[in-house]
């Protein structure tokens, strides 16, 4: 018992010294790497200050271009305002656009009416056209006719006077025959040969020219 007491022992103790060594090593290496890390951290330190120099330099130089941009900024907003006011105007003048497209539609669609309506005023002008030459020619026609019906109205009345002046003169001489002879004129101017039908001058003239008055013929 006291050998094996003795064994354990000593195993505990190679245990324990190996431990030691293995601490004395490790202690040697934290010793190297604290004098390394001596020697790193000021390089370290060296290099951040060096970093917070350039950030603070960085911040300094940022800061004053904030200050430099700061109009820049006025303007930037500025133009947000301008684009914002540009796009309600961009809306606005779409809407109108549309508006625009569809009255453009509506006049395309309004032309072709006219289009056919503009045939039908040719047509209707061609036809007016011709009425008018029509009546300009059923016109002439008409004053030649009224010219010639007032020619003729002229010579009946003058025929008319011609054989109202006859039938005085043809009076005179009946009644100059009368005064002188008797009674085979008298015979012969009573016979039905020798009289005038109608030598009344109320039923216009007792002629078959009767109907024409001092104004001519009735007109229509």
């Known amino acids: 018992m006291q050998h094996r007491e003795m064994q354990r022992v000593l195993a505990e103790n190679r245990h324990v010294i190996d431990d030691n060594t293995l601490l004395q090593r490790e ?5 190297d790497e604290i004098h390394r890390l ?16 350039v950030l603070i330099e960085r ?19 500025q133009l947000r305002t301008e684009i914002q006011k540009l796009n309600s ?21 309004e032309n072709q009416q ?15 056209v011709e009425a008018r030459r029509a009546y300009e ?25 011609e054989i109202e002046m006859l039938r005085a003169e043809q009076l005179n001489v009946e009644r ?16 039905p040969e020798m009289r005038y039908p109608g030598v009344a001058y109320g039923d216009g003239y007792g002629s078959p020219w009767g109907h024409y008055d001092r104004h001519g013929p009735s007109r229509r």
Do not use: C, F, W
């Open 27 to 31: 202690l040697t290496a934290a010793k």
């Open 38 to 53: 001596g020697q790193v951290i000021p390089k370290l330190r060296a290099e951040k200050e060096a970093n917070i120099r």
């Open 59 to 77: 911040g300094l130089k940022l800061e004053a271009d904030l200050h430099a941009s700061e109009p820049l900024r006025a303007e930037v907003i």
């Open 89 to 109: 105007l961009r809306l606005e003048l779409s809407s109108q656009v549309q508006g625009l497209t569809k009255d453009i539609n509506q006049l395309q669609a």
């Open 114 to 128: 006219l289009v056919g309506m503009r045939a039908d005023v040719d047509g209707m002008h061609k036809e007016l």
């Open 137 to 161: 020619y059923e016109k002439k026609a008409n004053e030649e006719q009224v010219e010639q019906k007032q020619a003729m109205e002229k010579n009946l009345i003058s025929m008319a006077r």
């Open 176 to 191: 100059r025959t009368r005064g002188l002879g008797g009674g085979v004129y008298g015979v012969l101017n009573g016979s």
